[in-house]
């Protein structure tokens, strides 16, 4: 007797370890589907009722095939991976009312997902532009620096209004007809040197680059010079 009762205590507490038995599994699992209403993995019910019941990895498995070859709850195959939801034709139909209560919690819960989208939106815009905005020590630094330049200027006007030695319109008048003579006359002499050139190299068996090394011409458009447009 001793012996027996010994080795029955050793079954129950066997058994607790390994959690609940494989109907009781099922319970468990078909309770659990029908009340979330949602496709579940046979790893996904694992992770979620582990801890709470006490879930074995391969009972969770046994129990949905098991539970799927009864017809209490639907399996599908996508590759190698299964997932269990409860049958739905088992579940008790929603009155009239019981619909008209989800429509319009879908509606108010729609319209609380929009009014959320657009303050994201508006909270990214603000944010973008306050990123593309300077900072306090940045835009600090920037008046700093646009005041020493205004200073540098007003120096510099300064400098300029007690000169002596300022161009009266009439002086500034005679320079730029002076320099428009001469650019005429650059612009004229140029041409001249240009047809004659083309002239020689009409009959110069070599090309006009060979001629000019040869000759020692050099262009303006060796020195980058060049000539200020007619005005």
Same mark, same amino acid.
């Given at each position: 007797?001793?012996?027996?009762?010994?080795?029955?205590?050793?079954?129950?507490?066997?058994?607790?370890?390994?959690?609940?038995?494989?109907?009781?599994?099922?319970? *468990?699992?078909?309770? =659990?589907?029908?009340?979330?209403?949602?496709?579940?993995?046979?790893?996904?019910?694992?992770?979620?009722?582990?801890?709470?019941?006490?879930?074995?990895?391969?009972?969770? *498995?046994?129990?949905?095939?098991?539970?799927?070859?009864?017809?209490?709850?639907?399996?599908?195959? +996508?590759? !190698?991976? $299964?997932? +269990?939801?409860?049958?739905?034709?088992?579940?008790?139909?929603?009155?009239?009312?019981?619909?008209?209560?989800?429509?319009?919690?879908?509606?108010?819960?729609?319209? $609380?997902?929009?009014?959320?989208? @657009?303050?994201?939106? @508006?909270?990214?815009?603000?944010?973008?532009?306050?990123?593309?905005?300077?900072?306090?020590?940045?835009?600090?630094?920037?008046?700093?620096?646009?005041?020493?330049?205004?200073?540098? +200027?007003?120096?510099?006007?300064?400098?300029?209004?007690?000169?002596?030695?300022?161009? %009266?319109?009439?002086?500034?008048? $005679?320079?730029?007809?002076?320099? !428009?003579? =001469?650019?005429?006359?650059?612009?004229?002499?140029?041409?001249?040197? %240009?047809?004659? /050139?083309?002239?020689? /190299?009409?009959? =110069?068996?070599?090309?006009?680059?060979?001629?000019?090394?040869?000759?020692?011409?050099? %262009?303006?458009?060796?020195?980058?010079?060049?000539?200020?447009?007619? *005005?």
């Amino acid at each position: 007797r001793p012996g027996a009762e010994r080795g029955e205590r050793r079954r129950r507490m066997s058994k607790g370890r390994d959690g609940p038995s494989a109907g009781g599994a099922a319970a *468990v699992l078909l309770q =659990y589907l029908r009340e979330q209403n949602r496709p579940y993995s046979a790893q996904d019910a694992f992770g979620n009722l582990q801890r709470e019941h006490g879930l074995g990895k391969a009972a969770v *498995v046994k129990a949905l095939e098991q539970l799927a070859q009864q017809g209490r709850v639907r399996e599908k195959a +996508y590759g !190698k991976q $299964k997932i +269990y939801f409860a049958a739905q034709e088992q579940l008790p139909a929603a009155s009239d009312a019981e619909l008209r209560g989800l429509d319009e919690e879908i509606a108010a819960l729609s319209a $609380k997902v929009q009014a959320l989208q @657009q303050s994201c939106r @508006q909270m990214e815009a603000e944010l973008k532009d306050l990123n593309s905005s300077m900072t306090n020590p940045e835009m600090a630094r920037e008046i700093e620096e646009l005041r020493t330049g205004c200073a540098s +200027y007003v120096e510099k006007l300064e400098r300029i209004k007690s000169a002596t030695n300022h161009v %009266t319109p009439e002086e500034k008048e $005679k320079v730029c007809s002076e320099q !428009k003579l =001469y650019c005429k006359e650059w612009r004229k002499r140029k041409r001249m040197a %240009t047809e004659l /050139l083309d002239a020689i /190299l009409e009959g =110069y068996p070599k090309s006009k680059k060979q001629f000019f090394e040869e000759v020692g011409i050099e %262009t303006d458009e060796d020195h980058n010079i060049t000539l200020p447009a007619a *005005v």
